[in-house]
């Protein structure tokens, strides 16, 4: 028997520092990788998800041969239907000691790679993704020691663990571990926002972009506008762009909303993370000496910093501590149908439609809108939990059920009842008046509570809070927001509830 080993490589595993491509030997090993039916369509993905994914999962593949090494490789239009069909089918070409993968970033692959073993009769090694800065075992001995679960501890252990903005004597950069407080501000078209460079398309990529054109009729997307980075060298490149033009700005409008622009100063970098064409450590580290360097202030390289090395690292953590249980908490019983105008935004609500239109167009939103625009709604409507989980897994490029579930069940919709989030992101029109600028051309005014032209954020805000005034009575951090309601009188309560019942229907409902 030869002791070459099969070494299976996903399409959110491209990078050389993945571990089953570690002592993999050129000319002995085969590495596989596959195009197959079941990834491509699990959820309705975004045709720029994909079509990143293929392109990316392409060029890997070229990058690996010119190292030397033998890739089988599986395009689309050969049919294959599963991952396994595809592992089996090399087991029954070739003679292999065994088959080597790195482990899949979402419970349902790994529950199938757990029967590998027994249905191929083979030694099947899964690997820990050691791309990740904290390992499973690692997040849950530092949770064991938690009752409840916050991030902001995770985080300075992060920074320590890994010399992150730290000074010689272990005391964060500038005296303080968050800068949060100066990252909030609303956007009144205070400065220009840079012009994105288009990316140069191969022939590879082009080539991918007219199969998922023509493969995917029915999925959102618009390839036209298809700019994302599908090799390490783009992926760098548009991290090397976004410390020239965008971090100096970031920090500053993080939290900020613009008609004019879907990604303002974001770094658009995260979907390269997550599929392995940057590295999470290297990244931060970048992005550290743009701050040392004097490129931006300190509050936007650690707002930044705060996402990749402690938020990210985090959530997954916490999704699998908690699966396969997490994804079916509904801690509000939320379960109205998602409106069909979710997959195509068109609704009356202004902030709403743009950020929609943008995620279904670009498979790319940025954490406000998809944080405080979307998800705020989704939440104060009531939107079935399950079903808005996913459609953000389906439209976001950088969406994979580790990153997604997390964020949307536990951050977005509170749905785990405060498992990672202190009290639920609910706001009314208010927030998104005071944090953008869509307000002012939308038909609603967030001024308006009641009555023809009131912001739907508003109404449904309250009544999202008297629907759920026992459940939300123990959160310290919503106490003045309840009292609010409760000083109200019993005419004014009755009117915003009758007219958010009615918004429910108009909006919420079918039609919007
Ligand atoms: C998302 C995705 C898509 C669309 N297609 C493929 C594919 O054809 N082959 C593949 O290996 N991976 C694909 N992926 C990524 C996987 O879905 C991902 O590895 C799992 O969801 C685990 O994170």
Not at 211 to 235: C, I, K, R
Not at 295 to 303: I, K, Q, V
Not at 381 to 402: I, K, M, P, R, S
Not at 437 to 460: E, I, Q, V
Request: include cysteine; charge should be negative.
């Amino acid at each position: 028997m030869s002791d070459a080993k099969l070494i299976l490589v996903l399409g959110d595993q491209l990078s050389l520092q993945n571990p089953a491509l570690n002592g993999a030997r050129a000319g002995v090993d085969t590495v596989l990788m596959a195009e197959v039916g079941e990834e491509a369509s699990y959820v309705r993905h975004n045709r720029h998800k994909i079509a990143l994914i293929f392109a990316a999962m392409r060029h890997f593949r070229d990058q690996l041969r010119d190292a030397g090494h033998v890739v089988h490789y599986y395009e689309y239009e050969q049919g294959v239907t599963s991952l396994a069909e595809a592992v089996e089918a090399e087991l029954s070409r070739a003679n292999f000691s065994g088959v080597v993968v790195c482990e899949p970033g979402e419970y349902r692959l790994r529950e199938a790679m757990a029967g590998w073993q027994e249905s191929f009769g083979i030694d099947v090694d899964v690997l820990d993704d050691r791309r990740f800065l904290c390992s499973i075992d690692e997040f849950n001995t530092w949770a064991d020691g938690y009752k409840s679960l916050r991030m902001e501890y995770f985080y300075r252990n992060m920074r320590k663990r890994y010399g992150v903005l730290l000074e010689a004597d272990g005391e964060p950069c500038g005296g303080k571990w968050n800068y949060d407080q100066e990252n909030r501000k609303g956007w009144r078209n205070q400065v220009e926002v840079p012009a994105r460079r288009s990316l140069r398309q191969d022939e590879i990529t082009r080539e991918v972009l007219a199969l998922v054109e023509n493969a995917f009729p029915d999925n959102p997307g618009d390839l036209a506008q298809f700019n994302y980075a599908v090799t390490h060298s783009q992926a760098q490149a548009q991290l090397d762009w976004f410390c020239e033009h965008g971090l100096g700005n970031f920090g500053t409008y993080q939290d900020a909303l613009a008609e004019e622009s879907p990604w303002m100063f974001h770094s658009l970098v995260s979907m390269y993370i997550n599929i392995g064409l940057l590295e999470p450590l290297a990244v931060c580290q970048q992005v550290e000496q743009a701050w040392r360097d004097g490129r931006c202030e300190l509050a936007a390289a650690e707002g930044f910093i705060r996402q990749v090395l402690g938020w990210r690292e985090y959530i997954r953590g916490v999704y699998w501590r908690f699966m396969p249980d997490y994804k079916s908490k509904n801690h509000f019983d939320a379960r109205r149908s998602l409106p069909e105008w979710f997959w195509t935004g068109d609704t009356d609500m202004r902030c709403l439609s743009q950020a929609l239109k943008q995620s279904l167009d670009l498979g790319y939103g940025h954490h406000i809108q998809r944080l405080m625009v979307i998800g705020n709604f989704a939440l104060l409507a009531g939107l079935d939990v399950e079903e808005v989980c996913d459609w953000y897994l389906a439209v976001y490029v950088d969406a994979f059920e580790w990153v997604e579930l997390p964020n949307t069940l536990g951050m977005a919709l509170h749905a785990d009842g405060g498992m990672m989030a202190s009290k639920p992101y609910a706001a009314s029109g208010k927030y998104i008046q005071k944090q953008g600028n869509h307000c002012a051309a939308c038909h609603y005014s967030p001024a308006k509570m009641t009555g023809d032209g009131a912001c739907p954020y508003n109404s449904l805000y309250w009544r999202f809070i008297d629907s759920h005034l026992k459940a939300l009575e123990g959160n310290g951090r919503m106490g003045l927001v309840l009292n609010n309601w409760k000083k109200r009188s019993e005419a004014d309560k009755a009117a915003i509830l009758q007219w958010a019942d009615k918004v429910l229907e108009d909006v919420a409902g079918e039609g919007a």
